[in-house]
């Protein structure tokens, strides 16, 4: 009840909050309002989305997807290639087939305490991130991926990979340290390191960063600070300031942002859809608000051990009874595509012709009459053995949108025939253990984030179940198992020649329609409110940050 | 008193010692492994990765091995490393400790200073019009919700009126006392309006006790003059169960302060314990949680304490035993 008053009398008050222009920051200064803040600052001990959106305005990885969702470089001069020398095909000491690939610093990257980037930090790196004790979380392509590591000179190395993988190019993950300030840190005491790094201790060091802008203060929970770093090589960013301060409750920032205290909320880690839908019904004409729709899919994962899910009539049936269309109109303004498969219809991998299922509800009942669910007894469809379809579906407590989502999916699978309840539990419950133990027992509710052009080997194939035997590792929550797509996913990986590639994804992506291994439902779309004197930010929709670019945004002159 | 200080103390170290492993407990066994948690986001980690690292973190071990690890270190002052924060725990710790303090101490000092006056007008003039309205704002403070209170706050100063900032601990490079002091004033006032309340009936209560015993009368038939009989002597009587209050609810106000410290964006204790149990920083949880017993703890010493300040008939002689 109190809630439901807070709520009313938050959305009354806002409604009359003042019309005019909101108090404008100076325009050399920019305040970014975010809902997390970042627990550490060393580029590659944990991943979260706050970090690596501010950090992206401090440093460049080698190469990254740029908005138009293609492979760039932005720490080399030039991406590596097959047809160009820079990739080649090499069979390795033990017989294998693995390739090597060769880039080049950017001659006039510096860190910013003036001290070149070279080929002694790439083998540094390098060093730090395939130590067992270093706590880096992406072991793999230190340790596996990345056998070697030449350096030609002081600005040119080459990579030799494990397989020869068609993604050879991309190094994204591989994040450069300092040697010259990191080194004697780690080789103190490579144990302790990733509590000891300069990222931690000493985070306004200038030589820790190398982007357009520098870390300046940090109040840890409250805000950062970031500068303009003098020994930045691109093009010189226009804010004299940029501050991103964390304001955890959506409603607080929300408020900040008509204060004026806050300038911009970005679609990264910013207000959720449905509250920026409001906003902009009634502040929209004094903000620049946009959506862009990216690689978060949302489905419903489905537990292929549970009998009834088990049969690929069912799963079909029960996507043909979900009217998807109506859902993206009424819940999100149109604003959240509907997805019809695991890949995006923005990635350049997208393949059309596979099937899709369009809301039928007539479909759906012949489907499930078909699977043996043909008897209603009080509305819940039985089978011969007297058993109800009776489902449970899960998602993260909490989280309004998805709730709601959930409450309109029951009562349309209820008008089909499949009795559905809501079990709902904490994110780090049902992320930390009930999926990863595959503990659920029809139905979750949730989202994957992927990278362009991203094969979707941990999730499909067969090996990536989590078991007990390989101590839960693996994302193939739904348990399916299919010799066809496990085929598909190696091949994905080596297969490089473009027509045979295409080929394959095409395949992948029919495969996927036809198993219907989870239930497609939307791509959600990041929405983003920026001040009207603001221009040069373009978002991404995916996991490389908008931030990547912040030198081309700027106020309008 | 000596040795009723040094009793209460070895008892508040035993409850400190029993916290913690409760704590080292309940966090075991809450679900959700902390490294599965780290590598959730990662789809490249393999079964060795994270075995590696929970052998990293010390998580393969039993845990009364673990506990005992953690306990050796704590007593000679090394309250180890944030799981997720990568700093030690005091270094996050007693930065968010000083701003809790800051905001509590605040909320506490202009509470009392407004709810002792308005407590003891309403105690001298019982179901008079102003005692009336006087509970009829205690009411209204005690029934709104903190958040609701604090958004209201957010939207009429910060937003409508732009006065005062919505957000924060001051602004950005401004380090003096007074440039912060705009921050402070809405969530102090969040808080204060929150609880002036209950502690104005608190005093109310007490003094209307108070003002109707036999010492209060002779005072008067003595012919003391009003102000000093109620606010030399039946005050200071009534001092007593207001102390045991204040000192007890400080201790609480710590996991209360999270509403506030969240609206507000104030890196505070409440939300500091609140992120390392979700995200189980165990180390950091352990610490935050035993500082917040400790609080309880040293609030219970000082209203024991102050009670013989304020009352001489209180003696700790033999106390000890």
Known sequence: ?557 | MTRFLASRLLQALVVLLLMSFVITVLMTLMPGDPVDMMLAGNPRATPADAARLKALYGLDKPLLERYGHWLQAALVGDFGFSRLYAQPVLTILLPRLGNTLLLLGAAMALTLAVALPLGVYAARRPYGWADNAINLFCFAGISVPAFWLALLLILLFAVELQWLPASGLGPVGGEGWWERLPYLVLPVASLTLASIGGYTRYVRAAMMGELRQDYVRTARAKGLGEGRVVWRHALRNATIPIVTIVALEFGALFSGALVTETMFAWPGMGKLIYDSIMGNDLNVALVALLFATLTTLAGNLLADATYAGLDPRISFKGDGA
């Not at chain 1, 839908?277 to 489905?299: C, D, I, T």
């Not at chain 1, 489905?302 to 043909?320: E, S, T, Y």
């Not at chain 1, 080997?457 to 994302?475: C, D, F, K, V, Y």
């Not at chain 1, 001040?531 to 978002?539: F, H, I, N, S």
């Open chain 1, 1 to 557: 009840m109190r809630t439901g008053l807070a709520a009313f009398t938050l959305a009354a008050a806002l409604a009359a909050a003042p019309m005019g222009s909101p108090a404008f920051a100076a325009k050399d200064e920019l305040v970014i309002g975010m809902t997390q803040f970042p627990s550490n600052w060393h580029p590659s001990m944990e991943a979260m989305m706050a970090k690596s959106y501010v950090l992206s305005m401090a440093r460049r990885p080698f190469t990254a997807y740029d908005p138009d969702w293609r492979l760039t470089c932005l720490l080399c001069t030039e991406l590596p290639a097959l047809d160009k020398g820079t990739a080649e095909v090499e069979t390795r000491a033990d017989g294998k087939k693995g390739i090597k690939v060769t880039y080049t610093i950017n001659p006039k990257a510096t860190w910013g305490d003036g001290t070149p980037v070279t080929t002694e930090d790439v083998l540094f790196t390098w060093t730090v991130g395939k130590h067992p004790q270093s706590g880096y979380s992406n072991f793999d392509l230190f340790a596996r991926d990345i056998v070697a590591i030449d350096a030609k000179d002081e600005r040119t190395f080459t990579i030799h990979r494990d397989k020869a993988v068609c993604s050879y190019a991309e190094i994204n993950d591989f994040e450069i340290l300092p040697a010259h300030l990191e080194r004697a840190v780690f080789e103190a005491d490579p144990a302790t390191y990733r509590n000891r790094s300069k990222y931690e201790t000493d985070t306004t060091n200038p030589g820790l960063w190398f982007g357009p802008y520098r870390i300046a203060q940090v109040e840890p929970g409250s805000h950062v600070v970031l500068e303009p770093n003098p020994t930045w090589w691109g093009a010189k960013p226009a804010f004299k300031r940029v501050i991103v301060k964390s304001i955890e409750n959506t409603a607080a920032l929300e408020a900040n942002l008509l204060a004026g205290q806050v300038d911009m909320v970005p679609g990264e880690t910013g207000l959720p859809l449905d509250q920026v839908l409001a906003f902009e019904k009634r502040h929209g004409s004094r903000y620049n608000v946009f959506y862009k729709p990216g690689l978060f899919f949302e489905h419903v994962e489905l537990n292929l051990d549970n009998p009834a899910l088990a049969d690929v009539r069912v799963r079909r049936a029960l996507l043909h009874a979900i009217d998807r269309d109506a859902i993206s109109k009424q819940l999100y303004d149109g604003r959240q595509p509907v997805a019809h498969n695991e890949i995006s219809p923005l990635d350049r991998v997208h393949a059309p012709g596979y099937p899709t299922y369009a809301f039928d509800p007539a479909l759906a009942a012949k489907l499930l009459d078909e699977a043996g669910w043909s008897e209603r007894r009080a509305g819940v469809r039985h089978n011969a053995k007297g058993e109800r379809l009776s489902l449970e579906i899960m998602t993260t407590a909490g989280n309004r949108s998805r709730e709601v989502l959930q409450q309109v999916l029951q009562a349309q699978w209820r008008q089909a025939g499949v009795e559905v309840r809501i079990v709902n539990e904490p994110a780090r419950v049902l992320f930390g253990d009930t999926l990863e133990k595959r503990r659920f027992k029809s139905m979750a509710l949730f989202a994957w984030i992927s990278a362009p052009e991203n094969i979707p080997r941990t999730i499909l194939h067969s090996s990536m179940i989590p078991t007990e035997a390989n101590n839960w590792a693996g994302q193939n929550y739904t348990g399916y198992r299919n010799p066809e797509m496990d085929k598909v996913l190696e091949d994905l990986e080596h297969v490089c020649e473009p027509e045979a590639n295409r080929a394959l994804w095409a395949k992948l992506q029919t495969l996927y329609a036809q198993d219907l291994p989870n239930l497609p439902l939307f791509f959600r779309a990041d929405p983003f409110i920026l001040p009207p004197w603001l221009e040069g930010v373009v978002p991404t929709g995916h996991l490389d940050s908008s931030t990547l670019w912040i030198e081309t945004w700027k106020a309008k002159e």
